[in-house]
């Protein structure tokens, strides 16, 4: 069955430093990745996605992420956080069959401090 | 709008009261999602429709939950006898093609409701 983990429930940082949040699946073909940001109050932002191709991806708002297949591991980061990072962000995993076919994660809460 | 449109924004219910969740995709999309979203989590699918059929209902948690989109545009999921465990945030999503997986989602803002 598949399913994802983001281990870090809550992350500080400081404005200008870099960041990394951590996403881990599993699934057992080929895996559709994605990254959405969730502001308080608001509907889910799709950030980037992986289908296949490049490993690394960029997204939207400066942010990319690398597809592991080896640590079955997709790590959002971005080089230089501004305040307006702050959110929620879910790392979900799509299957290619199905209608039921985005598995989310629990989520990463980012604080930014100044 | 160019976005997808929920409403209410919030909804208090009584517990034991009937609710019921309107969802206004984005134009010409095909597929619409409904998803829950309890505090502190990850949302989770609850139904998906493809136009105007509700190809999978699997992720409703009872059947006190029911979802139609009778026209292939505008949804609404109701909840019959509320519960306090129904609290949370309806989210609902639409995309263009068949699934979402290859389709990228565009949510709304979603519904809060709180079952008191």
């Known amino acids: 069955a598949q399913s994802v983990t983001q281990p870090d429930i809550h992350i500080t940082v400081s404005e200008g430093a870099s960041l990394e949040l951590r996403c881990n699946y599993s699934?057992?073909?080929?895996?559709?990745l994605f990254w959405y940001v969730q502001s308080p109050g608001q509907g889910l932002q799709l950030l980037l996605k992986?289908?296949?191709?490049?490993?690394l991806v960029q997204g939207i708002k400066g942010f990319e992420a690398e597809f592991k297949r080896s640590q079955s591991s997709f790590n959002l980061r971005k080089p230089s956080v501004h305040w307006s990072d702050a959110a929620e962000y879910f790392c979900?995993?799509?299957?290619?069959?199905?209608?039921?076919?985005?598995?989310f994660g629990t989520g990463t809460r980012l604080t930014v401090i100044p | 709008g160019a976005g997808v449109s929920q409403s209410p924004r919030y909804k208090v219910a009584k517990r034991g009261q009937d609710v019921a969740l309107r969802c206004d995709p984005i134009?010409?999309?095909?597929?619409l999602f409904w998803y829950q979203q309890a505090l502190g989590q990850g949302p989770e699918f609850l139904t998906y429709?493809?136009?105007?059929?509700?190809?999978?209902k699997s992720g409703l948690p009872s059947d006190r939950f029911f979802a139609e989109r009778p026209e292939g545009s505008v949804s609404t999921l109701k909840i019959q006898r509320t519960q306090q465990e129904d609290s949370a945030v309806y989210l609902c999503?639409?995309?263009?093609?068949?699934?979402?997986?290859?389709?990228?989602?565009?949510f709304g803002n979603g519904t809060r409701l709180t079952v008191t």
């Open positions: 429709f493809q136009n105007e059929a509700q190809l999978d």
């Open positions: 999503a639409s995309s263009l093609g068949i699934t979402g997986a290859d389709s990228p989602l565009h």
């Open positions: 992986y289908f296949s191709g490049d490993t």
């Open positions: 699934y057992g073909a080929t895996p559709y």
């Open positions: 979900a995993v799509g299957v290619q069959t199905g209608a039921n076919n985005l598995f």
């Open positions: 134009s010409g999309h095909v597929s």
